[in-house]
């Protein structure tokens, strides 16, 4: 039997074609490590930190005002000594507690959101590097895609925080409208300790 010596030929270029293939794949590959190697465990945690300190102002901000209108509330009704000032205090500061661990476990959602970016655009490039065999082009795409990779996502607002004590507010104004001169409010405007007792709400009905 015989064969054709342009077989043997064939077969060794068909081979040294897929060994040069696999040589730029594997270079291909080295460059998008080598872009996203920014892409590392500090770089997540810094992203969790960003979340929870664009959000810890309105934290604090919310616990504030919660904590005021309770010991407003308290004052209208005479109850600023009472045991009743502890047990709604209590309740804002549990809910401090929870707003805390909120933040906490948005900004993890935020840094697992970001990692889960950057290894699906990697797989993307691996992808497209396996199929065309480009070096260049993979390199030349990874660092394309630094810029979206780098940038940090428009974060979500918390919303209210305090739902107990924003209910107990909630009261308070309502108590505020129907009886301005309730016990406790003197106490708590002293550039005007009458206004409570003074002021008069006239509604007409047409």
């Not at 979340?51 to 004052?75: C, H, T, W």
């Not at 005479?78 to 205090?89: A, D, P, V, W, Y």
């Amino acid at each position: 039997m015989c064969f054709s010596s342009g077989d043997g030929g064939a077969a060794d270029r068909a081979r040294a074609e897929e060994e040069a293939r696999q040589k730029r794949i594997r270079e291909g590959s080295r460059r998008i490590d080598e872009t996203f190697a920014e892409f590392d465990d500090s770089f997540f945690k810094k992203r969790q930190m960003e979340y929870q300190a664009s959000q810890r102002p309105e934290v604090d901000r919310q616990f504030k005002e919660a904590q005021g209108n309770i010991m407003y509330g308290l004052a209208r009704s005479g109850q600023l000594g009472s045991s009743e000032r502890t047990r709604q205090l209590g309740v804002v500061g549990r809910e401090r507690d929870e707003a805390a661990l909120k933040v906490a476990d948005k900004g993890m959602e935020y840094a697992n959101q970001a990692k889960a970016q950057v290894e699906q655009s990697r797989t993307d490039l691996m992808n497209q590097l396996n199929a065309t065999g480009d070096s260049q082009l993979a390199a030349n795409q990874a660092a394309a895609r630094l810029s979206t990779l780098r940038a940090r996502p428009a974060f979500e607002g918390l919303g209210s925080l305090f739902e107990t004590s924003g209910g107990i507010a909630k009261q308070v104004r309502q108590a505020e409208y129907y009886n301005p001169g309730s016990p406790g409010w003197s106490g708590l405007n002293p550039l005007n300790p009458n206004k409570g007792a003074a002021s008069q709400r006239i509604v007409t009905n047409n």
